[in-house]
């Protein structure tokens, strides 16, 4: 006899109505359509295993998102929070240096700066301690 399922989905009408809507119409990510399915065969108390096997996806996932749908409801298993984006090496004082670097003559012996120059300019002058020439890229296009 298997051990029973920790956390068991069991939806209501209005959100079992609600994800067959999303399933059979509609323009959504197909993350969220996996997702939606997943519950609709949860909710007829399918094994983690034979929902996994008819969704073609692991069944970790599965357990997953059971877990989100129960600690969370319907919204927490769909969609996933915003990750929050890790600070910019780079601040207002540090991007300035940047760009006057970058407008200045190339260095001695160059035409022009590359991203790595430019990237190995700013260690030099201890603006930061390490970056990398695809920073110097994104920041010098952002601010352009």
């Known amino acids: 006899m298997g051990r029973r ?3 068991v989905v069991t939806l209501s009408d209005e959100e079992r109505r609600q994800l067959t809507d999303m399933t059979r119409k509609g323009v959504i990510s197909a993350r ?6 997943l519950l609709l065969l949860a909710d007829q108390q399918l094994k ?6 008819r969704l073609d996806i692991s069944h970790l996932t ?10 969370g409801g319907l919204q927490a298993a769909l969609y996933e929070k915003a990750r929050p984006k890790p600070p910019s090496k780079l601040g207002p004082k540090e991007t300035a240096i940047l ?3 970058a407008c200045s003559g190339g260095p001695d012996g160059q035409a022009k700066w590359t991203m790595q120059l430019l990237a190995d300019r700013l260690v030099t002058l201890g603006v930061v301690e390490s970056i990398s020439d695809e920073t110097i890229r994104r920041t010098l296009k952002k601010t352009t």
């Open 62 to 71: 599965v357990a997953s998102i059971r877990k989100k749908y129960t600690q």
């Open 32 to 37: 969220v359509m996996t997702r939606a399915r």
């Open 99 to 101: 760009i006057a670097e």
């Open 5 to 7: 399922k920790q956390f």
């Open 48 to 53: 983690d295993d034979d929902v996994a096997e």
